[in-house]
């Protein structure tokens, strides 16, 4: 009896352990994102691009962190000077026993000072 509590231990470890593995990547890429995300409205705030411009510009820096976007994805809204950047997607994970999508939405806004 001993080692069949032992054996369910172990396995619902390893459960979780796999489980983690599984779902850790999505939420890594969407952190590193959102730091890029700030940091492109920042600096995008003081040039003189298009709102498509901008949304080109967040899709490949999306690219370079691992996370898929596609235009209608994008949100941009440029007025003057200020930058809003909106970005809402989702992202499948699959997991054997139960497939798993996570949606995330992010916003970073800047003004010139």
Known sequence: MEKL????????????IYVAWSLIP??????????????????????????????????????SDNVALSDDEVTVIKAGAEVSLTVKYRVHVDIIVHPVDL???????????
């Open 5 to 16: 509590k032992g054996l369910i231990a172990l396995l619902v470890v390893v459960a979780l």
């Open 26 to 63: 999505a939420y890594w890429y969407n952190y590193q994102f959102k730091d890029d995300l700030d940091e492109l409205a920042r600096r995008l705030s003081y040039t003189n691009k298009s709102e498509e411009d901008i949304k080109d510009v967040v899709i490949k820096k999306a690219a």
């Open 103 to 113: 949606d995330f939405a992010l916003v970073s806004y800047n003004k010139r000072i």
